[in-house]
């Protein structure tokens, strides 16, 4: 049986660490709504760097089951609000639901260098989204980010968007969840905002577990969908090989999953050798040829990016670092600082309006994009490879400064030139890392 570590966010013992290393801590309770709605006590914790404050998404999950990866910026002004402040001099509200308060589809693709690539491919293409609970509201949330931003409508009227249970069902579906439909609009933004001519499928599994979603995963793939995203995870357990091959075994699929938000340390089903294990950076503009910079996430020792060693999982084939016996996480990362998230529309369970998001819950729906830009993968290949094939190129931003907890062999707890475990080889700049 699955078990959730004590230290992992929403729990005693992660928010005591959190007291304890940072001042700003404070204690949040949340209402829960919907039918499936869980009683929700959780912490608003705060980057010393911006005053930003984050709640998350989802409350703390039962034994055995997954923790969805979204974190709910709830006071401070964010990295984009305070650019948009020095441009026109006036400084915004902290929590303002009327206007989107972070990065958008135009600031995410210029940061990953995917603007033509935006602008020509994914049509045809079908980015599935993995989660657990129905969000009543999920498209007529998308359609309003959608709008906002000049993207093209995708709905279920023109074939672009379907949402459906793990059985395949377009009716009956699961009960509703609050904290799991904020996870379900981040995901559902970020793989528009990155690839808006494809075509979404929104898979929802009746509860958290890992059978669960790992047959949603499989509905996914059924239904023919080349690029699933994934946005939770949990502790590893002595099952995971049997869910790898049960649920995440799919060649020719580039399957996305978050690398974790408690700081270094393995979670599942990242730690699965058969998917791309991602993990999360600060993004802020730069005077660089670029125009961004990025650092390892992290907030306090116990929450940032997530990284290590499997302690199930055999190594594949195309990971060759010598710090870990077994899988090493991460593979790629992206944007997942709250204190420098992305803009998302929520109306289920919550004011309805703009809010900002982190967490690698935001970089995984942004991989999943940048492969569905790149092109189908080939019949038996595995995407995860894809950008060691490229290491070390400027197909790649390379992150080499920050970390996200301490560890004895450093590299995979700090960045540095090459490959380590926060942010694996990088970021994408364009699409040819993720191609076969």
Known sequence: MRTTRTDRPGTPGHWRRIGSAVAATTALVLAGFGAAAHADAAASTSSSSSNVTWTK????????????????VTGGLTAFQQAQAA???????????????GYGPSDLRSAYGLTSAAASNGSGRTIAIVDAYDDPNAEADLATYRSHYGLSACTTANGCFKKVSQTGSTTSLPSADSGWAEEESLDLDMASA???????????????????LGTAVNRAVTLGAKYVSN???????SSDASY?????????????????D??????????????????????????TTRGWSETVWKTSGTEGTGSGCSAYDAKPTWQTDTGCTKRTIADVSAVADPATGVSVYDSYGVTAGWYTFGGTSASSPIIAGVY??????????????FPYAKAGTPALNDVTSGNNGTCSTSYLCTARSG????????????VSAFTG
């Not at 494809?198 to 669960?212: F, H, Y």
């Not at 791309?276 to 005077?287: E, N, P, R, S, Y």
Request: glycine share 12%; proline share 8%; charged share 10%.
């Open 57 to 72: 998404a989802c409350s703390a999950p039962a034994k055995g089951q997954m923790a969805c990866k979204a974190l709910r």
């Open 244 to 260: 790898d091959s049960s649920y995440f075994n799919h060649p020719g699929v580039a399957i996305t999953v978050s690398a974790g």
């Open 87 to 101: 441009k026109t001099g006036v400084t915004p509200k902290a929590a303002d639901a009327s206007t989107p308060s």
């Open 194 to 212: 990155i690839c808006p001519k494809c075509n979404i499928l929104l898979v929802e599994a009746k509860s958290a577990t890992m059978a669960n």
């Open 231 to 237: 946005s939770y995870g949990g502790s590893e357990s």
């Open 262 to 287: 408690a700081g270094y340390g393995a979670e599942y089903p990242a730690a699965s050798k058969y998917v791309t294990a991602v993990g999360g950076t600060a993004l802020a503009k730069a005077t």
């Open 419 to 430: 490959y380590d475990g926060p942010t694996g080889w990088g970021t994408p700049q364009g």
């Open 372 to 385: 569905a830009l790149a092109g189908t993968p080939s019949a038996g290949s595995h995407p995860s490879s």
